[in-house]
């Protein structure tokens, strides 16, 4: 298939509603002693990281793409958020990895109180201000900041990735940013979207332990230069040391020509000798990171 006929199929999509995913988490059950969380969809994922509550990247609309709901033009959902932002916790803080559609969405940030605190990449404030959002923190890579929440401080570092920021075709300004989220002794990756780098080995730190990665692991064909295929993403991760692995960007939209079952099956494959560390591949389900203790998943 053509890239041109790839796009058209993916905007002129005649399926009818999207069905829910297999699985639906419960926030209200997640301890404030661990690590917990789902990805509801595509990069979007709501944690508790020891009592903090964390959303990445939401994206709750039907169709990613610009427009005003529900004229987008763009793909539509394979199935819905496994939660929808009413069904969440308020979150603490929004970490927004750059400003593709299918990555920051005005539609579904709306959706939040505009005093939410959110971390968003270089030069991608304007997009969040113009809505009226006013807690907006800007990261360039190697920026830190320090966010005060009703359970304690969470230091959030940006990080370099291999990818792109503009969201139009001509705003190739902005910024683009994976994510390092510390908090007492512990520390999560969100990489937003990359392509392979060998970047993220400079998380690996003997002095303290990168607890997760949430990594993207779709797709990859044609746009290998983009995003990384998902045995890249667990060289990747390995690589940063992490303990706990969960992909992230699949499943949801259709973006690439590879089939939609195939980044989840061979992310299996490459974690075949260490399944343990691999948790919560499917969309929904939740994954539990218990402090200095081996990873499991629901």
Known sequence: MSRINFIRKMIFDGRGTPPPPAARPNPSQWRDEAITGSCLGHSTVFMNFLGVRI???????????????????????YFTPALAPRDLPAPDVIVLSHAHFDHFDVWSLRKFPRDTSVVTAR??????????????????????????????????????????????????????????????GHAICFAGDTAYTEAFARLNDPRRPLDLMLMPIGAYNPWIRAHCSPEEAAAMARQAGALAFVPIHHETFKLSSEPMEEPAARIRAAYAHEPTRLLAVRTGETFHVPLHVAATAD
């Not at 990247?57 to 427009?67: A, E, I, K, L």
């Not at 360039?140 to 959030?156: A, F, K, M, S, Y």
């Open 55 to 77: 959303l990445t990247d939401p994206v709750f609309s039907q169709r990613v793409g610009p427009g005003i709901p529900p004229f987008i033009l763009g793909p539509k959902r």
């Open 123 to 184: 030069a991608t404030s304007d997009l969040l201000r113009c809505h009226g959002f006013k807690n907006v923190h800007e990261l360039d890579w190697g920026q830190t900041t320090t966010i005060e929440t009703r359970n304690g401080p969470l230091r959030v570092t940006g990080l370099e990735v291999a990818h792109w920021g503009a969201r139009m075709m001509r705003d190739d300004h902005r910024g683009y940013n994976g994510y390092l989220l510390e908090r007492a």
